[in-house]
Each structure stands twice: as structure tokens, then as C-alpha cells.
């Protein structure tokens, strides 16, 4: 048997956690013949609804899950830590100004980014969920002192599996069908799937998809909008989708990206595309299954190009709005 993994996750008493927890300790994370220990981080006022998950964590009797610290303490929720893996933060409430989230949330990520830096695993790797997430995600970076930059993430991979799917839906295939597709920039509403360089069956998305029209219009906002879409359907925000893009993102990071494939993750931009550096920005990326790199000669035809500059300059305000939570 192979020594347990450490994963934490921040949020665990949260409806993503909830969905989460099982994915990681049934072995769909990792795989089938590695344990994981799960520390389990909440805020104060959370831990009797943790506790209620971890009871249930216990009922599943899990093979693989070799161990469960619940707490509200970082130094605590992040020691030893392989993978950290950040979903809590305080959602949007009505009349809160986008910059007031920034804020509130930007303080949340100052301490884990520093607590990760002080008590994880030497390679600690940090995937961020909680939105606004690349932003927090910057935050948390920049604050992980001694930590290398190019092992943070923010999440954008379920936004890859939405566009997927609609592509699929369109041209009646099988969302595994659909290859090569990006998400650039912030996971935002600005967010731009790429569909120029999109590939299904093989071939460019375009020969398949004859109706420009849809592709530039619909196909990205039905993208943009899906999450206020699944709220306003469902009552609450999107949870299973949401815990299985977490999982898609740490296996595309520890298992070798396909042939001629790439996947979308948000990684600090070191120049590449024009994306200016420091900043969390979504962009293909391809893994041997320990590092990755950025895909480069992907072409941005005018109409992709004026869609990323767009959302990489929602990035670089979001940047500037929690400049004093940026160390220099
Ligand atoms: P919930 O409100 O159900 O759960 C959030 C949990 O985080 C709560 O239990 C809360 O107590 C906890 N929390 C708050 N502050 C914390 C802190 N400082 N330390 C530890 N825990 C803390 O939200 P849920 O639906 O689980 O969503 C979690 C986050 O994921 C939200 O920010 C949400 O916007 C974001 N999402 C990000 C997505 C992405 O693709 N990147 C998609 C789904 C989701 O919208």
C-alpha cells in the first residue's frame, strides 16, 4: 500500500465540500490504490455542520480514507499538507460591491497563503475554488512565502466541462468528443471558451459548427451565464459539477495530458499570450503528470484576442483592487 496523500479543503462543511469529500476519499482523486488523509477546515460557526459530514465520511467506510482532522485552526488544517485545496470563501450578498468580495475575501487568502507556506509538505500544490478565484488565488500566492508560484491553481475546469458539453450537444456527439478547448482569462463573466481552436472528432470545431453565429453569441454567454443559470433552477448554486471540476483539475495536474490535448487551468502568467505576468489567468496548459507547461502557438484569431485582453484587463483591475494585500 502506498503512504496516504494529505489533502486539506477549506470550505469542508460547505454543499461543494459535501459533494467533494466522497469524490477524494472513494479514490476518484487520486485513484484506487492511494490513501488520503482529509483535514477538513472551517470557520468557528461551521464546525456542527463538519461535524455532521465528517459522521457521514465515517459512515461511508471508505477504503482508502486513512484519517480525518476537522478544525478551524490553519496551522492545524494545512500541516503536512500535499494538496490544499481552497473552496471556502464568503459569498456575494445583495448590495456588496464586487470590490467589497475582493476585499472581504482577499484577508481569507492572506492567512492560508501563509499558513500553506508555514505547515505544508515540501510541493504542497494549491488549487483555488472559492470566488473570486483567481484573484484569491493571487493573494494566497503571493502570501506563501518560499512557495513556488507555478504550484497554484485556480479552478476554470469546470467551465471547460460546461463549454464541452454544449459543443457536444450542438453537433450531436459525446462531450469526450470534444478536444483542445480553452477557457482564457478570469472565471468570470468574462471568461472566453475558446472555440476558434476547439477540436471535435478531430476536426476544427468550426467545419462541424457552420452557425458562426451561435458560436459567437449563445454558445459563449449560455458559458458565461451557467452558473446564475443552475441557481436559478436549482435554488442553489452549482455543487456536484463543481466537486467533479475539482477532481478533473488535480488529475489533469498528476496524470499525463492526451496527445495533442491540452486542458484549462488558471497558473501565473509568465508573459505568455500577452498575459501580463503575476496574474492568474486560465490558459492551456499540458501536464506529464508531475509539472506542466503552458501550450504556446495556440492561435488567437481578432475576434479571440479582443475577448482575452478583455478578461485579462477584468484580471489586472482585480489585482489593483487588492494591491495592499500583495506583499512587494
Ligand atoms: P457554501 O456557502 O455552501 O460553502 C462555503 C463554506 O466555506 C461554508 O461552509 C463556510 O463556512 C466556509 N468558509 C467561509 N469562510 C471560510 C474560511 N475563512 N475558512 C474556511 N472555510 C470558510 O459555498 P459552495 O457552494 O460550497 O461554494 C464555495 C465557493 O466555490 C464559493 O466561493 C463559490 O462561489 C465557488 N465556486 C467556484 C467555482 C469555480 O468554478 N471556480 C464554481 C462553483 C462555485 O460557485
Redesign the pocket.
Known sequence: MKAPITVSV?????????ALLTRIASGSMFGLDQPVNLRL???E??MG??EGTVMELDDCAFPLLNEIVPT?D?NE?FRDSNWALL??????KAGMERNDLLGI?GK?FT??GQAIAANAASGVRTL??????NTNCLIAMNNAAGLPKDQFF??????ENRAKSQLAAKAGVHSSDVTNLCIWGN?SATQYPDFTNTRIKGQVVTDVILDREWLEGEFISTVQQR?AAIIKARG????A??AN?VVDTVRSLTTPTPEGDWTSVAVCSDGSYGIPEGLIASMPIRSDGKTWEVVQGVVLDEFSRAKVDASVAELASEREAVADLIPS
Open positions: 477549506t470550505g469542508a462543511a460547505g454543499q461543494i465540500g459535501y477546515i472551517e470557520i460557526p461551521a455542520a463538519l478551524c490553519l488544517g473552496v471556502g470563501s464568503v459569498p456575494r475575501n481569507i492567512g492560508q483555488v475554488v472559492g470566488n473570486p478565484c485556480a479552478m476554470t475546469r469546470l467551465d472565471h452558473g442553489a448554486s452549482s455543487a459539477s463543481a471540476g
